[in-house]
Structure formats: C-alpha cells, structure tokens
C-alpha cells in the first residue's frame, strides 16, 4: 500500500507553484533490514551415522577370539606336561629297527619270491629263490667224478690187499731158503733169490699203498667239490637270518642281478632304538647303560623302558633331519637308546620304524622317574 504526503511550504502558506508529489519515503516492508543481533558461537555439528556391517563383524570377530583364546589357554593349563625334573635329560630323534639286507651271493636271476613287504618272518624261512639249474648239473657231474674216484679207491685197496700177500708169501718163502741154508739143504743162490723176491713184493706193497693215498684224497677232492656246488646252490636260496619284518622289496622275479644284488630289506625287530643328540652339558652326565625311557609321538601314554647302550666319544654336527633345542651349528653327542630285546620281540608287531618321538635318560640312579614317565611295569609295581 503507497502513502501520499503533500509537502507544504515554509512559511505555512500556500505556494503559487504547483505541488510537487514526492516519491514515497517508505520501502515495502520487505526490504526492511532486521534489528541487529549479537553474533552468537559456533558449535561443530556432529553427524551421526548407523555402525556399518564391516565394523559390526570385526567387533564379533575379536570377542570371540577374546574368548577363545581364554578357553584355549585354561584348556592349555588343565592338560600341559608337567615339568621335567633337572636331573632328567632329554632329545627328540625317531624310532629305528636295525635293517638287515638280503642279498644275493652270485650273479642269477631270480627264480622265485615266498614274501612280500610288510610280511613278518621267522630265522630260517625261505625269502627268495634263485635260479640254480647250471649249478644242478655242475653238482651232478661232480657227484659222477666221486662215484669214479671211489671206484679206483676200491681198485687200489685192491691191489694194496694183492700186494700184501705177496709179501707174505715172499716172506714165508725167505723164512724157509733161511731154515734149509742153515741145515744145508739149499744153496746160497736160492736164499738170495728168496731175499730179492721179498723186497721187490715190499716195494710193490708200498706202491699199492701209495695209490690207495692217491686214490683217496682224489676221493676227498671230488666229494669237497660237490660239497661246494651244493653249498653254493643253497647259497642261492636267499633265507631270513633272523625274526623280523619286511620292509623293501627291490627286485622281482625273472630279474637278473649281479653278486651281492639285493632283494629284500628286513627289519630286526628285536634290535630297536633312538638315537638322539644332545649337548655337551647334557651328555656329560649320561653313562652307558643308564635307565632310559622312550615317548613315541603316536603313544604319548606309553613311555618305553630302554637302557643307553652307546655313548659317542667324539663331538659331532647335528644331522639336519634331526630337530633339537639348540642351533643346528653347535656340536652335539650321539646318544643310543636301545629297548630291551625281549620287550621288543614281544612286541614285534608295533614296531615302526620312523616314528618319531622323545627319549629320557635318567642321570642319577638315585631319584624316581616322574609319573608321566613311568613305564607300565612301574606303575604295575607302584600299585
């Protein structure tokens, strides 16, 4: 809305000059500025946004690990090993059963095979049999050359007996030329001739037996070579030297090897142990034949009686297939932990070689083993 105002002169009269109209002196009251306000502090605005899915499951994530790790290590302490006393020392290695191989005597090829890998065996059972039909017919003509020789043995005992009795009839005949010279009833001539024909019937008898000796080591030496024939044909039957177990196969039937070519890799079963490799201060306290006691990796609950059986006396690297506590580069002492023969053959059958585990050797014959440590016989005798 516009608002008129007439503007009157000074002096309160009426001018003779027309009225001007003035332009209005009031602005819309839009354009009106406000009254003026203290300016007033500014605060950060802080924008809130929902907790993202990431963020939510990285919160999860750590609680339960939280948790776990809480339930892992009182799990941890109900079930740890207790500690080794210090007069306890101790080394890792793996168990062993000392392998025996099978070989092959001559060159030949291999006719039959009567086990397999894994097969357990007794001393004396036949493993391998090797082809022998040359050695067959060697033996045969060597056992005809005997029965030869032992015909012209029989042929010079003979003739040994022949000649014999020729020199008893000579020497009769001596006997009675001696009696009839002495009496005159002979001449000295037939003496001399009875004499002469008795040494000649003594030298034949000499020869005869001479050819008896002859004739008999001839014997002797056809039988001692038949005896070799047939001692290698046998050698060529390949037997178990002792109770044990398989466990290689090498070769197989129809092959042909060469002298000392091997066939079978066996296991003594009852020749078990671990060697294993300790340090200097650790050694020096171990003696041969020492109670000892061997924890397989497989059989944590069954500590083995064993005895030290060998001690190295020079200082040596450790292998490196052989994890210690040490660094591998220090110098170690092999130590041999060998389980009592007749325990391992009476557990022939659990025997594996490879397996790794512990062995503990006990310092001082004066302190007990630990309960973790105690073979099933001294617990049973504990008990």
Known sequence: MSVKCEVSSVNGTDDKHPAVEAEPLVEPAAAQLPATVKPQPSHPVIEHHPPGRRTVWTRRVAVLALIGGGIGFLFWQAHRAPAIPA??????????????????????RIAELRADEGDKVVAGQVLAVMDTRDLAQTLKKQQAQ?????????????????????????????DRAQTLLAQGWTTKEVYDQRTQALDSARALQTAADHRVTEAQKALQAAQHDAMVTQVNIDDNTLVAPKDGRIEYRIANVGEVLPAGGKVFTMLDTAYVYMDVYLPTLAADKVKVGADARIVLDAFPDRPIPSKVSYLASQAQFTPKMVETRNDRDKLMFRVRV???????????????????GMAYVNTDPAQPWPSQLQGRETQGNKE
């Open 87 to 108: 007069w306890i020392v101790y080394g890792n290695g793996r168990l062993e059963a000392d392998p025996i191989d099978i070989d092959t005597k001559f060159a030949g």
């Open 146 to 174: 005997t029965g030869q020789a032992q015909k012209v043995v029989e042929e010079t005992q003979a003739s040994l007996e022949q000649a014999r009795s020729s020199t008893i009839l000579a020497q009769q005949e001596m």
């Open 338 to 356: 060998k389980i009592d023969p007749d325990l391992a053959r009476a557990h022939a059958d659990a025997v594996r070689s490879g397996l790794p």
